[in-house]
């Protein structure tokens, strides 16, 4: 019998098996990506298709930008500091980028309607739900639309008051210390709110609280377990910046895992990263049914939790 355990668990009935399910948020990320590719790269094209007029906007700006040289060398486009070319050059892109992030509330609101039906398919999937990426997708957006739009509008005006702010006090004579103090404020303001969003997402889908509540609950977690969240925010903003490789082929091999795995990857590990803190704070009472579900299984001994 040793030998016909070993060739079917691949051990030996004395010897200790590996566990057949996850047992921590750990192994069901990895298990996610070994076993439940289709899921993450069709929910992935989905969550790109609905961020594409957000990075149309990006693109134009990079665009609109690259040609103010020539603009200002064929007379269409004027210096507003005579005299001082650079800080013109510096002025004039800053224009851009305000001018789009103001487009981009618009853009960021369709954005975060995809992450509305997003998190509810990735809920379902760590969760070890059966899952239909079309339909709950779309049940996601009907259900969070409201909740998506609010949170979509403060992450936008953080980003506007941040790019708004580094660029009028960069480009002004002002005090470098005030300059500083500023422009630390307004890093501040967009850290805590993309910090806030690592949880924001995740509780609003789950539990049906008002939107300022869940935005206090979510900055709570966040500072709760402030170095372990930072490291998570890092592990989901920089993947994007393997994009400004200057290479053709290196960003266009980027630009393809970012497009079909990126998305699911970053909405995972937030959703993920939240469903522990929940567990600790908010799955009691009449909400301990979902505490643990995905790593918790029924033959499990309780003691062993």
Request: hydrophobic fraction near 50%.
């Amino acid at each position: 019998m040793g030998l016909l355990d070993k060739l079917i668990t691949g051990t030996y009935k004395n010897a200790k098996a590996a566990p057949l399910y996850p047992r921590t948020r750990k192994e069901v990320f990895s298990e996610l990506f070994r076993y439940r590719k289709g899921v993450l790269v069709k929910t992935s094209l989905l969550l790109t298709l609905f961020a594409l007029p957000t990075a149309a906007v990006v693109l134009l700006g990079f665009f609109v930008k690259g040609m103010i040289p020539s603009l200002v060398e064929s007379g269409s486009l004027p210096l507003p500091v005579e005299g001082d070319e650079a800080l013109s050059y510096f002025i004039l892109r800053t224009r851009v980028d305000n001018f789009a992030l103001l487009i981009a509330f618009a853009t960021n609101a369709i954005l975060f309607l995809g992450l509305g039906g997003g998190v509810r398919v990735l809920q379902l999937l760590v969760w070890g739900e059966p899952v239909s990426v079309s339909y709950d997708f779309g049940q996601g957006i009907k259900g969070n639309w409201g909740f998506c739009l609010l949170s979509s509008l403060l992450f936008s005006a953080a980003l506007f008051f941040f790019g708004f702010v580094t660029g009028y006090y960069l480009a002004s004579g002002y005090h470098p210390a005030l300059k500083g103090v500023c422009i630390a404020i307004a890093a501040l303001v967009l850290f805590f709110v993309l910090g806030g969003l690592l949880f924001a997402l995740p509780h609003g889908n789950l539990y049906r609280l008002s939107w300022f509540k869940t935005w206090r609950n979510s900055l709570i977690f966040f500072i709760a377990k402030l170095p372990r969240n930072v490291g998570v925010l890092l592990l989901v903003l920089l993947p994007p910046a393997l994009l400004l490789i200057p290479n053709a082929v290196t960003m266009s091999v980027f630009a393809t895992i970012f497009t079909v795995l990126y998305p699911a990857y970053a909405l995972s590990l937030c959703i993920l990263n939240a469903n522990s803190m929940f567990d600790k704070y908010l799955n009691v009472g009449e909400n301990s049914q979902i505490a643990g579900k995905g790593i918790v299984w029924e033959d499990e001994d309780p003691k062993s939790r």
